[in-house]
Structure formats: structure tokens, C-alpha cells
């Protein structure tokens, strides 16, 4: 099983990069490996949060894959976080949680995996760490465009 963890500040508040992170519907529109992306079931809970089921279409050089999450948003807490419903992994878990800062946010970004395939947790681990990084960079982008740049 593989575990990451990478924290990073941010110039952009904690409520802006919640609210980025958790429009799934909208990351093939700026996280280049998410080719297409459906989602469905929507549900409100009592305490505010809500949850959305997600699939998600992503490719990189010859890996294309599709995978299902249950991705729940709590705006009260400032948390994302995406459980595996179904996909080439055995097990995921993802986390992101945005803290206020003066001048802007702490991003704590946690993910733990592990695929099926032999093949495709060799091919993913050797570039891992830097997909984490460009990952975070492309919503860091995305904050940019979206909220000005600081």
C-alpha cells in the first residue's frame, strides 16, 4: 500500500480552494489526465456536508483507466475527502484540508492506495511523487485563473 502526504501553503483562502477541490465535475477542464469525468447521487446530510459519486475517465502516456469514488464535501470542517466505490485499485482513500492562514490557506493533501495490477502500481510508482506535486500545482493554477493571481 502506498501512502502520501504533502502539505503546502497557499495564497488563496481555505473556503476558495474547498470549494476548487471539491467541483469534481469540473476537473477535465484543468487536471490534464482526467480525460471525462460523470457524476451522480448527490445527497445533503443534517450536519451540511454533502456527498457526490464520481467516475472518472483519466489517462497518462499508455495507462487508461476508469475508476469510481464517493467524494464528500464538509464546508464546516473544510474538508474533501473520496472513498473508492469501484476501479483498478484495491483500496483508496484521499483526503484534502484547508486551513486558514494569514495571507491565505494550508493545503494538507493525504492519499492512500494500492491497484490490483502488479504492472500498474510499478508504473505509477515510479512517477508518484511527482504527480502529486503537478496534481496540487494544477488546482493551484486553477485558483489563479479563477481568483486572481497573488
Not at 501553503?9 to 465535475?25: I, K, N, W, Y
Not at 490557506?105 to 506535486?133: G, H, K, W, Y
Request: charged share 25%; proline share 5%.
Amino acid at each position: 500500500m502506498r501512502t502520501h502526504r504533502l502539505t503546502r501553503a497557499s495564497p488563496h483562502t481555505a473556503e476558495q480552494m474547498f470549494t476548487l477541490v471539491g467541483d469534481v465535475e469540473r476537473y477535465p477542464e484543468f487536471v490534464p489526465w482526467v480525460t471525462a469525468l460523470r457524476a451522480w447521487n448527490p445527497t445533503l446530510s443534517d450536519d451540511g456536508s454533502n456527498t457526490v459519486d464520481a467516475e472518472a475517465w483519466v489517462g497518462f502516456a499508455v495507462f487508461r483507466e476508469t475508476f469510481s469514488t464517493r467524494v464528500r464535501r464538509d464546508p464546516t470542517k473544510q474538508v474533501v475527502s473520496v472513498n473508492l466505490l469501484s476501479g483498478p485499485f484495491r483500496h483508496l482513500v484521499n483526503e484534502w484540508r484547508f486551513t486558514p492562514t494569514d495571507g491565505g490557506c494550508e493545503i494538507a493533501f493525504f492519499i492512500e492506495f494500492e491497484f490490483r495490477s502488479r504492472f500498474l502500481e510499478a508504473l505509477l510508482d515510479a512517477n508518484f511523487d511527482r504527480a502529486v506535486r503537478r496534481l496540487i500545482d494544477c488546482f493551484e493554477s486553477r485558483a489563479d485563473q479563477l481568483y486572481g493571481a497573488p
